[in-house]
């Protein structure tokens, strides 16, 4: 179970989605490894809002198979080759993560030839 500590942090102070701070009650923690994505047949989408989307997916699917689910990720980590590329990525990770938002940190940091993104993520169970 997640939650928001305090109260008043409901509302995205910083107009970004992440929660500044949450308690965290559970018996089990899951984390996925650093997971980048290609697309289905192994090609790697040149777009960030593609990369972005299919790799909250596999984090998603990785999750479901350890027993939980993004609703159950209390914090993301964030790695990126171009912090430019922020808001694209911010787009797709509203439309896809729930309430309550984890909290978050990113980073612009090399990554493998041709990934945009690359996600950690820790959920509770």
Not at 57 to 68: I, N, S, T, V
Request: charged letters at 25%; hydrophobic letters at 35%.
């Amino acid at each position: 179970m997640k939650k928001i500590l305090p109260e008043k942090y409901i509302k995205e102070p910083t107009g970004y989605p992440f929660s500044p701070v949450l308690s965290i009650e559970g018996k089990e923690i899951v984390v996925t490894s650093g997971t980048c994505c290609d697309d289905y047949d192994g090609q790697i989408p040149e777009d960030m809002e593609t990369q972005a989307r299919n790799t909250i997916l596999a984090c998603e699917q990785f999750l479901k198979e350890a027993g939980c689910g993004l609703e159950n990720v209390f914090n993301v980590e964030v790695y990126m080759k171009d912090l430019d590329q922020w808001s694209d990525f911010n787009k797709v990770y509203r439309e896809m993560m729930p309430e309550t938002l984890p909290c978050r940190k990113a980073l612009q940091t090399g990554l493998l030839p041709g990934y945009l993104v690359e996600l950690v993520m820790w959920a509770v169970k």
